[in-house]
């Protein structure tokens, strides 16, 4: 009933930047998109997805991986079903599968950076960082 959509993946050298977008296109009626936290994460194949960053119903209250902070920005606009993470500065230790994902419980007091809580997660969008 939930479809979430990652895009905006793609090759960029060292320092470069990159937006990815995430499009939740079928919203349950029970669930809206506004009700429930979003979030991003990564993975390298043979590792565990690693938390990138999550952000409230609202977009008020955001959350950070170590790895990440002071250089991604996560936001979102409800009245599009989109959440974006903008990507500054990018390394070639950022390189990895992102995925983004939703809660489904329609109640989300605070975001959390922890794969547990969300259970409908997109398809992935490659981003590569290399010369």
């Known amino acids: 009933e939930v479809q979430v959509v990652e895009s905006g993946g793609g090759s960029v050298p060292p320092g470069g930047s990159l937006r990815l977008s995430c499009t939740i296109e079928e919203v349950d009626l029970w669930f809206p998109f506004s009700r429930n936290c979003m979030g991003w994460f990564r993975q390298v194949s043979g590792e565990a997805r690693e938390g990138v960053a999550a952000?409230?119903?609202?977009?008020?209250?955001?959350l950070y991986g170590d790895a990440v902070k002071g250089r991604f920005t996560i936001s979102r606009d409800n009245a599009k079903n989109t959440v974006y993470l903008q990507m500054t500065s990018l390394k070639p230790e950022d390189t990895a599968m992102y995925y983004c994902?939703?809660?489904?419980?329609?109640?989300?007091?605070?975001?959390?950076?922890?794969?547990?809580?969300?259970?409908?997660w997109g398809q992935g969008t490659q981003v590569t960082v290399s010369s």
């Open positions: 952000i409230g119903i609202d977009g008020r209250e955001t």
């Open positions: 994902a939703t809660t489904n419980t329609g109640y989300c007091d605070h975001p959390l950076l922890n794969r547990l809580v969300f259970a409908d």
